[in-house]
């Protein structure tokens, strides 16, 4: 099976302190994960390692078998293969078509391409009805349809998401799922989840990653490390009793 | 008490009747003034966008120095003007001592280090929230330096409106350097100054609501007209 990520010896130090420590993992290429654990296990930090937002200080990253370069003229054609939802989504100046329309505009493609592509993905997250609205006037989860929308509008071949429905209500929470289902269902990508929601790792992801302390605890199918967790803290944490 | 309020109401009406002499003072001041912003914003908002997005060596001494020369008295800017243009200084062979164009120099050092200032602060504010963002989404340097710059345009309107404010108010660089000839040179604070020295108190304070009623309308095109275009965004 071929590998979209494979990592040895990744280390990410800040002001002396190790906040992310991996000693070996790859991510399947197609498939789904899900990353759980409690806040300040080095989730965030290792999404923004894949997606070239953080150079480690040590260790080999390889994208599809070639090592991943964090600066340089190749960086950016990487970065253009893969995006990512923030938690707390960046909403630019301008109405909800510009916004979903901006990466395909950054990648330089052709006005009239873009007009199909943005409709199609505003249909996906069902929000075609405010597509010449301001982004600045979007409630929370709206906001975070849009970045959604902005983030597989350019089909890329990783999907990165950080807590893409922290804080959401039932509703959003529904069509982000069904967004992402769907265009893994159409492209075949690579999606890495960080949630908090175990029900959501269940119904989304084929993997899960535990971290705890910046490194990987457990990693394996659904069935393995949330229903028949081998690692005590696994146990602790997927059944609620760990207190952090 | 009603000399000055007769005095006020002949000005306004002066303005109001197209007085020539009145309207080539008010014209001449606008045309130093924007001409002075322009080049400030062509050179304040690329250094301000700069320092706002990127940490180099010695950064921190490049803000306290614009940050010093924002509060820069306007005679020291004229008197460094008047001696690169004078006769015997480096741009003498110019000619352009008491001439607008001096006038227009003296104020672009005056103006340019406040809209890089205030860029930079506005700038700096948007790169945390949209920098990774833009990144994300494939943006090239160029372009991630374009989006972060225009996320920051209200601020960077503050910047050229208060360059602005700066520059038509402005009365010391430009009476030094433009030395207030009738006609030539003479703008709407000169005249004020010039006023006031003759005891026309009455006159000069007419001359200054004039003033503060063209920056009111000035500042109003800016801020209702301008801004909320800007604000609208690109469209795709």
Known sequence: MEHAYSLKGVMVEKKDREILSIAETNFAAGKRYAIIGPSGAGKTTLLRVLNLLQEPTRGQVL???????????????????MSMVFQKPAMFSGDVFYNVALGLKLHGMAKKDIKGRVEEALEVVRLSHLAKQSALTLSGGEAQRVALARALVTRPKILLLDEPTANLDPLNVAIIEEAIKSLHTDNKNTIIMITHNLHQAKRLAEEVIYMNNGAIVEQGTVAEVLLNPKNKETQLFVSGEMVY | ???????????????????????????????VSFSAVLIGVLIGIPIGSFMG??????????????????????????????LLLSANGP??????????????????????????????????????????????????????????TREAKNGIMAAVVTAFGRAIAEVGAVMLVGGNIENYTRVMTTSIILETRKGNFDLALGLGIVLLVISFLINGFLVAGVLPYLQRGEQV
């Not at chain 2, 309020?5 to 001449?28: A, H, M, R, T």
């Not at chain 2, 001494?61 to 460094?80: F, Q």
């Not at chain 2, 003296?106 to 504010?125: D, E, F, H, N, Y």
């Open chain 1, 63 to 81: 994208y599809y078998g070639q090592e991943l370069i964090y600066s340089g003229s190749n960086r950016l054609a990487i970065q253009r293969t």
């Open chain 2, 1 to 31: 008490m009603e000399g000055m309020w007769n005095s006020i109401l002949d000005v306004l009406k002066l303005f109001l009747s197209g007085d020539q002499k009145l309207y080539e003072i008010i014209f001449l001041s606008l045309k």
């Open chain 2, 91 to 148: 741009l003498g062979q110019w000619q352009l001592l008491f001439t607008p164009g001096a006038m227009i120099m003296a104020q672009v050092v005056l103006v340019t280090p406040i809209i890089a200032g205030l860029t930079m602060v506005a700038v700096r504010s948007r790169v945390k929230i949209f920098f990774e963002s833009a990144v994300s989404l494939g943006a090239n340097k160029v372009q991630i330096a374009w989006l972060i």
């Open chain 2, 53 to 82: 997005m990127v940490d180099f060596k010695g950064h921190k001494l490049m803000v306290i120095l614009i940050y010093t020369l924002m509060g820069m008295p306007p005679v020291l800017a004229g008197v460094a003007i008047y």
